[in-house]
């Protein structure tokens, strides 16, 4: 363990945090210095950079990620190539941040979920909750030649979680304010909300995936352009169409909306049979792909403003809009009106980058277990207790 005492013996650190969303546009990369662990933390990023996927990569990942495609052959060799790509991404912004592999301490890596698997099901007569994130942890660290913490989910799992949602506690650490109820709301293909109150009691806070953010609107979208395109930039197509409440209605007759937290949700839910289901469902009534667009971006934004109305226990005074659903004007102004008692805002409102902030958790994540602290939330993933997520790779 002399590469650890090493490493948290040091009054700052440099931290690469590593994340590929369920959009599945590419790897995030984070620079960033981190001081201090638990309440003491403070991580100032220093640098971000996004390395695309290209199209038929993407496609790839994706049929992979639906569960029922390419077997063990593919999900092993995805999982290297991942690890290759992710060691890329770090060298990549290593340059771009003007430092060497050696002043890098440690790497969080959240890997790329191909399967999620939050319900509990029978399987071989055991009732069996189940999670896969690959990016080979091994193929970074000896890129980089640093220790790397990743799959950070499954230790969670085995303790009766969710595994989902982790970024909550690092909220927790970087954003909890005495007196003030502050909730943030990170929309990037799912949606997902925590919920900080003013006393910053760590056992009272609330976290849980609200529903879809991006991933349908993204898929719409592609449709629309014929693959051109893969998100819909700054909201124009849903600004320049309408709602069609009749689709609207249907939509939110959606039992996962009203389910009770603990709760989270994926690509498994909403992903390639949802939006076929949709699609199907728009053209039956005669309604335009960009209607459809249009009342898919306030699905979101209701169901974010349908879940923080049911469940959280006061009305926050802030919610801070963070992940790609930030550069949406559109849906941001659906949020907006949804909830007139509560300050809406975003990262960059705060000086802070809303598409660098998952990758900054998993930095944040990986500190926490360098120190041996607990880096779980158990009142968000449903956990029995808490547990230190993340294995090491030396």
Same mark, same amino acid.
């Given at each position: 363990m002399d590469f650890i005492d090493k490493i948290t013996q040091k009054s700052k650190r440099l931290v690469i945090g590593l994340m590929s969303g369920t959009c599945t546009d590419g790897i995030d990369a984070a620079l960033v210095e981190i001081e201090g662990s638990y309440t003491n933390t403070k991580a100032n990023l220093k640098e971000f950079i996004t390395i695309p996927y290209n199209d038929d990569f993407r496609t790839h990942l994706l049929k992979i990620a639906k569960g029922d495609f390419g077997g063990s052959s593919e999900i092993c060799k995805m999982n290297f190539l991942l690890g290759k790509l992710s060691a890329i991404a770090c060298e990549e912004l290593c340059k771009k941040a003007n430092v060497s592999f050696e002043e890098i301490d440690l790497i969080g890596s959240h890997g790329h979920t191909v399967f999620h698997q939050p319900q509990e099901e029978i399987y071989f007569d055991y009732p069996i909750i189940s999670t896969l994130q690959i990016g080979e942890a091994s193929v970074i660290s000896e890129h980089i030649g640093c220790p790397v913490v990743s799959d950070f989910r499954v230790r969670d799992i085995a303790a009766g979680g969710l595994g989902a949602p982790l970024v909550p506690y690092t909220e927790y650490l970087l954003y909890s304010k005495v007196g003030k109820n502050i909730a943030l709301q990170n929309i990037g293909g799912i949606s997902n909300i925590t919920y900080l109150p003013s006393d910053c009691d760590i056992n009272k806070i609330l976290a849980f995936d609200t529903g879809v953010g991006n991933?349908?609107?993204? *898929?719409?979208?592609?449709? /629309?352009?014929?693959?051109?395109?893969? /998100?819909?930039?700054?909201?124009?197509? &849903?600004?320049? *169409?309408?709602?069609?409440?009749?689709?609207?209605? #249907?939509?939110?007759?959606?039992? /996962? #909306? /009203?389910? *009770?937290?603990?709760?989270?949700?994926?690509?498994e839910y909403y992903g390639e049979d949802y939006v076929k289901k949709l699609v199907n469902t728009a053209n039956s009534e005669k309604i335009s792909i960009e209607d459809t667009i249009a009342t898919a971006t306030m699905f979101t934004a209701k169901s974010i403003a349908i879940n923080i109305n049911k469940f959280l226990p006061a009305m926050p005074e802030k919610l801070i809009i963070g992940g790609g659903g930030s550069m949406n004007k559109t849906l941001l102004t659906f949020i907006k009106e949804l909830l007139p008692n509560c300050k809406v805002m975003t990262n960059e409102d705060m000086g802070l980058d809303s598409n660098a902030k998952e990758a900054v958790a998993f930095a944040v994540l990986a500190n926490e277990t360098i120190f041996n602290r607990y880096n779980?939330?158990?009142? &968000?993933?449903? *956990?029995?207790?808490?547990?230190?997520?993340?294995?090491?790779t030396l």
């Open positions: 991933m349908v609107i993204d *898929a719409l979208v592609s449709l /629309y352009s014929n693959n051109k395109m893969h /998100y819909d930039k700054g909201g124009e197509i &849903a600004k320049n *169409a309408n709602v069609n409440t009749k689709l609207l209605d #249907i939509l939110l007759d959606d039992e /996962y #909306i /009203y389910k *009770a937290p603990p709760k989270t949700t994926g690509r779980n939330i158990p009142t &968000a993933t449903g *956990a029995r207790h808490s547990v230190v997520m993340g294995k090491i």
